[in-house]
Structures are given as structure tokens and as C-alpha cells.
């Protein structure tokens, strides 16, 4: 549980970095991603840390290479954005006559944990590099990426799991059923918004300044799902494989109007495991090298309780700035783009942002991009992983395919040639993200 | 609107007492001559802990808006659907707070209308927020 | 004049995810004695159709579960019944002037009675 993060000095979170002195120098191989599941069952081979072993072993096998080689590991231990328990809490009866247990009963469970996988994975007996990347897979990658480029690592696993309890979780639960609130919350929760409510307030803002509407989201929701159910990994390919339409997207509940249920996404169990080595090491992997070319942070400074759109955009905006800088490519280098999408409200402050196939235009382009061609087939593919809204909630389906695309080898590949992609999340103003190439240049 | 009692400590008692009031203050940095709200230990921005509060004229304006038909809060449920804004203060428009608009029919929230500051007391506690009406409504 | 029941899916049939209590055998039996049936949910309504399709039920009507006053004024009947597992479900149905049966309220199939007080 106690593993150093990265410094903030390994974070480039401001302009004017140059080039990254790490481009071209780190290199992603193997992926590797458990099956999934809407929700845990409480069988031991169904957990958390089953699935991120399933994951690990997957990923080591795609690569080609010996479990011996892994000589480090970085994880996000958070592993949900619902209800976790307390790390303290028992596991479920059989649960460690199945597996070797930690300091704490949750590991593997509600929380994912190094110590725990090392425990549970005999096999990997090298690992001496031990870093957690937390909150988000993306802060797990930028971490490894860092690590490799600065030798403390040669070949490492970056791995993050999601757990999904049994029941409904925060709708009238813990602190939202009380009829007082304490703690950071009561300065907003109090109003009773529910979490997509934050960013229908900022999309509302963006549709009444560009003159856009809810429903020019619906050609974005659709091809997201298109492209997820291309996905033999995805949780809709594997236990909902239907097709949404236009209309079932449009006759969504409301949430929090402008966003509807559709544009919320869905939690589950799933696992990803991807190893970062150097491009030497990469020569005898059985993949395809990716390249790492930059990576940068963006962190709110928030004066309300709610941040504005002007925020988000100078946030992103920034973000844009920071990646081209350091990968030096430009928005028109892109293949494809791959931001966050959970919710898809606000995919499109990302992808502007970005500048992503903007002709011109800085800001309020996106959602008239969203009605033109944005399939893999097209010249613009949007999110061609299909996201969290078209795999289910994982935060790394976007990073995964990045890999997957640039290798040439997604479910969902592109038809243009893949040489450079992007993905980041989670939000427009907490952001971490990555640039990613087929070659070192 | 049956709203939680926000249940005051330490650093936002000053804020809480001025709502009991009719009064609404919100954390003010000298040397970045900046408001910030929701209280903090220190300027966000500088670091500074020397944070004085100052009270605010209860002017602002509706900045975006949302209607809730599915909220976490259980006291708020049978409320559904409802309104919340964002309010930008007139002192400072990026500090936010946000409002149900008592009043204002849902879809019918004007964005960039002038609002002013009312206090709703709140059922548990009786504790005082900081609430927002259409200016001379 | 007909009785209609409206069921949501996940938590509340068998198929649903995660599965209820009430079965496709009793949705079937409802129909056969001439109820009107179908599903407001929150899954999609073309989901919603392909469900019951693949399992060989062929239902009145699908629905997001907010349509249910739209469901209501597609369908004359005497009664309506919306059978749930949520507070939301609950609300939304008594808003349309529906009856309203928690999930496992619903496994004794209480609607068959109605049959014999309105004389079948
Ligand atoms: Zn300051």
C-alpha cells in the first residue's frame, strides 16, 4: 500500500519544457485485459485481483517475453469511482484460502495493491521497481513512462483494475441518505447533483455560447458504441452486444439535463496490463514497438465550487500546448484521437483542446465535427476505441487502443495509416495525458 | 427545497455564522487581492494562510444551469426534477456557488440573468445557506 | 378493457443484471390471460426489444422508463401497473397514475387476482 509516487518533478505540467527528454526513449509492447463483468459475485476468482492477474499474465504472454524481464511495476491502487470499503474490512469468506493476503483485507478486492500481486504472482520474482500512479491509469502510464526513460525500470507492468460492488451505488447511500453533510461536499453537495451534473452544467454553458444542442451528441454516442462492439474485450461486446441508435440514444432518461443516462457510463470489473521497456529490450518482443514521444499534466486551480467553461478550456487548451510541444508534432500530425469520454459530455472540451481536426477553428467546432465522417473508416476517426461509453467504465480503453492502433492491430483499426495518436483523461482540467507514435520520431 | 444541514467546523464557521445573519462572506488573499469559495486553508493560488473574510454585496449572475431528475441527495428526491444553477459573483465572477432558484420553473433558468442572495434555512439543524433569486423578483 | 403492466428490467426480471425475482414464465402467464405487457427500462429501447425477442415474447410495448405517461396514453386498460426496484421507478410511476409493485412484491403475481375482481 505505502509506494512512493511520482515527484511532481517528473509531471510536465507547465510550457516552455521543450522537447521531453524521454521521446522516443520508452516504448509500450504487450497489453493484456481480463474479461469483464457488470459486477463482482464474490467469488474469489472473480475479484479485483483476480482479473489483475489475468491481466498481467495476459500482457506478459502478448509480449512474448519471461516473466523474469519484469523488473517493475506501477498500479493504480484506486479501483473505482463508486463505493470502495474500508481497506480494513474482511474479504469474503474463502477468499484467502484462495489467495495470499496483505496487511490489508481489501487488497485485491476494492483496492489493488503491488505487494499483493507480488504475493499472488510467484513469477514475477525480479520486480524491484515498485511505484503507484494514482487515481487514474493515465497518471500510472505518465509515471512508467518517466521511470523507464530515467533507467529505474527497463521493462515494466502499468496495471489498473476496477472493482463493482453488488447494488446501486451513491444514489441515496452513506453521506447522501443523512439529512446533514460534512466534510468538503456540503459547500455543493447540498444542491443534490449527481455526479454527471458538473459537466451538463459546462456543456450547457458551451451549447448556449456556440449555439449547439444535446442532440448533435447522438453521431458521437452512436460510433463510440459501433466501435466498442468491435472490441471481443469490451464489457457491451461480451454481455450487451446491441447496437444503440439515434433515437434510443435521444429517448434517454434525464439525469441531470443536458445529460442523459446514455451519457453516463457504466461500471464494472475489468483489468489492463501493459508493458513500457526501452526500444533495445523491445527488439525480441513479440509486439510491435509503440513509442512514447511526450506526456503532461494539467491540474485545477478552482476559485468556485463548480469549475466554469472558461476553465475547462484554458485547461485543455494548455493541455494541447503542452503535448505538441514536447512530442514536436502538431494537431495536423494526428491519426486519431482518443480523450476520455466518460462522461461524453465532455469528449468534445478534450478534443478541442487539442485542436483535433480543426480547420481553423479554436473553439465550439466539435460538435459539427461530430456530424461529419468520424469513423475509423473516415478521415477523422473520433475516439476509435470507443471509450468508456462503448466498453464500459475502465479509464484505459482510449490508452489501450492507442497502443493497439499504432501496432496496427485494434479490433477497431483505423483505415487511414496509424503513425500518431493522443489519449488523456479524465477531466478537461485533471488531465493526464500521452502522445504516442509508431516510431521514434 | 428540504435541503441537508451542512454541519460547520473551524475553518468555515465564520462563513456559516454570517449566513445565520442574512450575510455572506467568502475568503478573501491581500496579496493576490483574490476571493476563493469553498474555504480553504490557504490561497489556492499563492499559498497564502493569512486569508481574511469579507463580505460580498449578494449580487451576481446565472452562469449555466442544469435540471436534476436523478439526484443522490435522498431529502432532494421527491423535489425532482429540479433546477441548480451556477452563480457567478458580481465581485468576482470564477468564484461559483451554485442554487436551486426557489421559484424559477425548470427549463425556464435564464442564463446571465441578475441574481441576488437570499439565506434558506435548512430542516436539521436549522443552519442557514446562502440561496439566489432573480434580482427584484 | 385490459390490465397493463410495464416491467423494469435489471433488478427486477430474470434476465435483468442484476437478475429479480420475477420470471419470464410469469410475464408469459400475464399475457396469455390478456394483460398488456411490456418493459420500461433503462436500457435502450431497441435493447429492450431484442431482449424479449430472444426469448420469444412478443410485448406490447418498450419504453424508456421516463415514457411510462406515454405508455399510458397509448393504451386504454382499467388498470396499470408499473413493477420496479428503485425509488425512481416508484416515483415515475405513481407521477403517470400507475400502480406501483416493488420487484419482490411482484413474484407472488398480485395482478392475477385482479382477473377474478373484475370478473376475468
Ligand atoms: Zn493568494
Known sequence: MAHPIAPNSWHRNREGLGIWEGRGKVVATGVGTSPTARRWDERPETSLGALTIIAIRKAIEDAGISPDEIDGIVLTPESTTGVSNDPMSPAPEGFDQVFKMVDFPQAGITRGDIDWILLNMPELKNVEFKMNGPVCMSVALTTAAEAVSRGLTKTCLVVRGWHNLAGRYYVGQGAAALNTSSGPGKYGGIWGMPACATTAMIFEEYCNKYGKSHEMMAPFVVEERRNGLMNPDGFYTQHRPEMITVDDYLSGRWIAKPANIYDNDLPIQAALAVIFTTPELAAHHAQKPVYILNHAQTRPELQGVTPTLAEWEASSDKMGRMLYEGAGIGPEDLSFEQMYDGFTLFHQFHLEGLRFASRGEKRGYALDLYQTDISIEGPNPVSPSGGNSGNGRTRWWHHRDCILQLQGRSPSQIKRKAEYGVSGAHMPNFCDALIWGAGPD | ?137 | MAFLISFDIDGTLEFGDPPGGITVEMVRRAQELGFLIGSCSDRFPSAQKALWEARDIRVDFVAAKHMLPDIRSRFEAVKYLHIGDRELDQQLAEKAGFEFLWDHEGVAEPWLEWLESHGG
Not at chain 2, 449572475?61 to 442544469?66: G, M, N, P, T, Y
Not at chain 2, 441576488?116 to 440561496?131: D, L, N, R, S
Open chain 2, 1 to 137: 427545497m428540504p435541503k441537508q444541514s451542512p454541519v460547520p467546523t473551524e475553518l468555515d464557521q465564520p462563513f456559516y455564522d454570517a449566513c445565520n445573519e442574512d450575510r455572506l462572506v467568502v475568503q478573501h488573499c491581500g496579496p493576490c487581492n483574490r476571493f476563493q469559495f469553498p474555504p480553504r486553508m490557504m490561497c489556492a493560488r499563492c499559498g497564502n494562510p493569512g486569508l481574511t473574510w469579507r463580505q460580498v454585496s449578494g449580487r451576481g449572475r446565472i452562469k449555466s444551469r442544469v435540471v436534476v431528475y436523478d439526484s443522490p441527495v435522498s431529502t432532494l428526491v421527491p423535489e425532482q426534477p429540479f433546477n441548480v444553477a451556477t452563480i457567478a459573483l458580481d465581485e468576482e465572477p470564477d468564484v461559483i456557488m451554485l442554487s436551486h432558484l426557489p421559484g424559477v420553473p425548470v427549463d425556464q433558468v435564464p442564463i446571465g440573468a441578475a441574481v441576488e442572495v437570499i439565506f434558506e434555512t435548512t430542516p436539521a439543524t436549522g443552519q442557514k445557506v446562502p440561496e439566489w433569486r432573480l434580482a427584484g423578483s
